[in-house]
């Protein structure tokens, strides 16, 4: 079981990145997928979640409007877009099979 995240960098605030988890070695399109950041100093927190079909999504008050996860089962791949960045978005940012496997981690930086 293999998650492998991309994506990150550094940003304006008000600026827009696009995450993607690549998953292999488990069959995708059955596993809701979750979404976990943490910034330095910070406990985790959990961002959103999204359905093993992709229909459902919910996030956390924080992000909402803000961020959008969604997911391509054909190509075994979740995208988190995140719009209008605040500094306070910066961390690392983590792809987690629900009651599974976490990806490495990518960090997001939001700075002028």
């Known amino acids: 079981v293999q998650l492998v995240e991309s994506g990150g960098g550094l940003v304006q605030p008000g600026g827009s990145l696009r995450l993607a988890c690549a998953a292999s070695?488990?069959?995708?399109?059955?596993?809701?997928m979750s979404w976990y950041r943490q910034g330095a100093g910070k406990e985790g927190e959990w961002v959103a979640r999204i359905s093993s079909a992709g229909d459902t999504t919910t996030y956390r008050d924080s992000v909402k409007g803000r961020f959008t996860i969604s997911r391509d089962n054909a190509k075994n791949t979740v995208y988190r877009q995140m719009n209008s960045l605040k500094p306070e978005d910066t961390a690392v940012y983590y792809c987690?099979?629900?009651?599974?496997?976490w990806g490495q981690g990518t960090q997001v930086t939001v700075s002028s």
């Open positions: 987690k099979i629900v009651l599974g496997r």
């Open positions: 070695g488990f069959t995708f399109s059955r596993a809701d």
